[in-house]
């Protein structure tokens, strides 16, 4: 059973930035495109950044376009974000997990950007 454990939430004012992590364990990372999504309070979990398997392909949400810029590192078997420039808005949980085969959800990385 492949696992997802998100890391690197924090409080930080509207401007900071911001890097997260997803250690995924229990299958073969390089074999895998991972995504990054995020759920504020009172809304669905959303899509936010993916990365292909080799990390030659990325793409992002519309709303993070510019300002969030997803990576790993298929040694350590790791995905990070990178957030810049972030807003309140950018506040919710961050979650990863693979992208076309999912698995169970982690329990994610609180991001509360104040205004």
């Known amino acids: 059973q492949v696992q997802v454990v998100e890391s690197g939430g924090g409080l930080v004012q509207g401007g900071d930035s911001l890097s997260l992590s997803c250690t995924v364990s229990g299958g073969t990372f390089a074999a895998y495109a991972v995504g990054w999504f995020r759920q504020a309070p009172g809304k669905e979990r959303e899509f936010v950044a993916g990365?292909?398997?080799?990390?030659?392909?990325?793409f992002y949400a519309e709303a993070v376009k510019g300002r969030f810029s997803i990576s790993r590192d298929n040694a350590k078997n790791t995905v990070y974000l990178q957030m810049n420039s972030l807003i309140p808005e950018d506040t919710a949980v961050y979650y990863c997990?693979?992208?076309?085969?999912?698995?169970?959800w982690g329990q994610g990385t609180q991001v509360t950007v104040s205004s």
């Open positions: 997990n693979l992208l076309g085969r999912p698995t169970d």
């Open positions: 990365i292909s398997r080799s990390g030659g392909s990325t």
